[in-house]
């Protein structure tokens, strides 16, 4: 962050990993970066996530694993 701008910033950058055993009983991971606003919620990182593996795999499945937090470790993790 600049340390001279008096502005809040309005979008953060969450790191977001994701695995999910697919409908034809397969595991995917999947896991990036998305900004998100400030006041973003897990479940909008999730259902993100989720869109990210339908569209490469064409598929759905039932979620394994999921955890997200700021890319920037300093600032640690604000929803878990």
Do not use: W
């Not at 991971?29 to 998100?36: F, P, R």
């Not at 006041?39 to 990210?52: H, K, T």
């Amino acid at each position: 962050m600049n340390p001279n701008s008096t502005r809040t910033p309005r979008e953060v950058e969450y790191h977001y990993v994701l695995t999910m055993k697919l409908d034809n009983g397969s595991l995917v991971s999947a896991d990036g970066n998305v900004l998100v606003p400030p006041d973003g919620d897990r479940a909008g990182i999730l259902n993100y996530a989720r869109q990210v593996i339908r569209k490469d795999t064409g598929m759905d499945g039932i979620v394994t694993f999921f955890t997200c937090g700021p890319s920037k470790l300093r600032e640690g993790c604000a929803h878990g």
